[in-house]
């Protein structure tokens, strides 16, 4: 489920030697399966430790997970990186928006996993995003563009170049065309 690099499993070693005995760490996910999602690791002191938690060993130390977060934290990985500042933790869960879906799922569900999961946080950096909208019996994504997407000159390039090329590959013979149902007026809320 989760994945723990040794760097990391050494540095949760160094931190929790200075809590009481018995303490582990906690991996969570904060509103998860929607757009809000946030996921974190904290301390997990022996009475803090759930009926219902995932314990998962690690060298030195347990991480425990909840029930509720445990689905989106599928191939979630933890690393330590060092650079002239100094050392963080880096937490990555690409399930976190959006459970993952199994490849015999309907399109449609496909469809959303890899808008949420992989092209949304590629638009995140432009403060932007897409939702389907439609997906029609024909094999047409409808979709919708929001925030710093709306209105940008660069949407159609975006489109067809980035994502109709993403999704018309993963899901060739199933998906016959992408299409934007936005209207992109020029505004105070368009990226530039």
């Known amino acids: 489920m ?15 030697a200075d809590q009481p005995e018995g303490t582990n760490i906690r991996v969570f996910v904060i509103s998860p399966g929607t757009p809000q999602a946030e996921c974190g690791v904290s301390y997990c002191p022996p009475d803090a430790v759930e009926a219902d938690d995932i314990e998962i060993e690690f060298n030195g130390f347990n991480a425990m997970v909840d029930e509720k977060s445990a689905p989106f934290l599928e191939e979630a990985s933890i690393d330590l990186t060092t650079d002239q500042l100094g050392s963080q933790l880096t937490l990555k869960a690409p399930n ?25 946080p590629q638009l995140a950096s432009h403060g932007g995003h897409i939702m389907l909208v439609e997906l029609t019996d024909d094999g047409v ?24 090329k993403q999704m018309l590959e993963r899901f060739a013979g199933e998906l016959t065309a992408v299409k934007d149902a936005t209207d992109h007026q020029h505004g105070e809320h368009s990226f530039q």
Not at 2 to 16: D, G, N, P, R, Y
Not at 147 to 164: A, F, H, R, Y
């Open 141 to 164: 994504a409808v979709l919708q563009f929001g925030g710093g997407c709306n209105g940008c000159s660069m949407v159609d390039v975006t489109l067809k170049d980035g994502i109709e």
């Open 96 to 120: 976190a928006k959006m459970r993952k879906v199994d490849d015999d799922a309907p399109l449609r569900d496909r469809i959303e996993y890899m808008i949420q999961s992989e092209i949304n």
């Open 2 to 16: 989760i994945s723990i690099s040794e760097a990391a499993q050494a540095h949760f070693v160094k931190l929790l």
